[in-house]
């Protein structure tokens, strides 16, 4: 029904007016070890949009949000882009979420899909805008998704696809990242610093890999104080605590001011040792005078004079 109403907005045959919008970011978050569908939505200002129809402009837009250390991602390089280099698209295609409650239950409905592929080709839409085809999956539901290069830094975001023509599968579309930096620009948005809690979030992840679970999970906490509605943040506190209970923590941190302590304290030891040496052999050096010869001037019996030196 919705569908077909849609249809007749698209055609001109359905009129709608005094039309209000309004704009929520959803955001979901992770309790114990299941995902939960319960979702906190949050009001979004829309800032700026070139978008005007579906194929004459790229459907980017900017959205505020009110509030701080919210995630953020790198924007990769577009330009060198090579033909052939691995892609990977990320978001929630439509034909899995539609499985809901069938094949796969509604407690993994947050759990984003990744699909890999290729840089394909570099094309130009109608009003010039910069996209790249690839044979990554994507379709309904992955639209203004990230795709990331194998560097994780985002070079492009999905747009549109052929696939519901036939043959179509594997002709999709992405939007240049440089499209995305001059949007950015245009309304003196910065890309160049990553957010507090990203910053932790990475810093943990990196710490975690090395197995120091005790460094790791003071940056996943504070990560978690600073945005808690990272999904994944409480497993990896769950996996650092369960970790450092058997005993496999590799981290530094309290013994590097007890390493630091032993080499200063064998430092002041061995210099002690230098200078009492120097004032022992300064002091046996200084201590031994050399008694001046006494000359003894004696009449020997032969009525001469006999000298004696005495050392």
């Known amino acids: 029904m919705a569908d077909d109403l849609y249809q007749d907005y698209r055609s001109g045959k359905l009129k709608i007016y005094n039309v209000k919008k309004s704009n929520f970011i959803q955001l979901g978050y992770a309790s114990g070890s299941q995902k939960k569908v319960e979702q906190i939505g949050k009001p979004a200002r829309l800032i700026d949009s070139p978008y005007k129809g579906e194929f004459d402009s790229n459907d980017l837009a900017i959205l505020k949000i009110e509030g701080s250390n919210f995630p953020t991602v790198q924007l990769g390089d577009a330009q060198n882009i090579q033909i052939g280099k691995e892609v990977y698209a990320i978001g929630y295609p439509g034909i899995v979420q539609e499985l809901m409650g069938l094949l796969t239950d509604e407690g993994s409905q947050l759990e984003p899909s990744m699909t890999k592929g290729v840089i394909s080709a570099k094309k130009k839409l109608t009003d010039g805008t910069e996209a790249f085809q690839t044979d990554a999956a994507i379709t309904h539901g992955n639209s203004g998704g990230p795709a990331v290069d194998t560097g994780g830094k985002v070079i492009g975001v999905t747009t549109w696809s052929l696939g519901d023509n036939p043959g179509g599968e594997g002709f999709n579309f992405l939007v240049s990242s440089e499209e995305v930096k001059r949007l950015l620009s245009r309304n003196n948005v910065k890309t160049d610093q990553l957010s507090l809690s990203t910053v932790a979030w990475a810093k943990g992840l990196d710490l975690f890999g090395?197995?120091?679970?005790?460094?790791?999970?003071?940056?996943?906490?504070?990560?978690?104080?600073?945005?808690?509605?990272?999904?994944?943040?409480?497993?990896?506190?769950?996996?650092?605590?369960?970790?450092?209970?058997?005993?496999?923590?590799?981290?530094?941190?309290?013994?590097?001011?007890?390493?630091?302590?032993?080499?200063?304290?064998?430092?002041?030891?061995?210099?002690?040792?230098?200078?009492?040496?120097?004032?022992?052999?300064a002091k046996k050096g200084g201590g031994e005078k050399k008694e001046a010869p006494v000359r003894n001037t004696s009449r020997s019996d032969a009525g001469g004079e006999k000298t004696v030196d005495k050392k």
């Open 210 to 281: 090395q197995k120091k679970y005790s460094d790791a999970l003071k940056e996943f906490e504070k990560a978690k104080n600073l945005y808690p509605d990272n999904l994944d943040l409480q497993g990896y506190i769950t996996k650092c605590q369960e970790a450092i209970a058997r005993g496999e923590d590799k981290s530094s941190s309290g013994w590097g001011w007890i390493i630091l302590l032993a080499f200063v304290v064998g430092g002041l030891i061995l210099v002690g040792i230098v200078v009492l040496v120097i004032v022992l052999v």
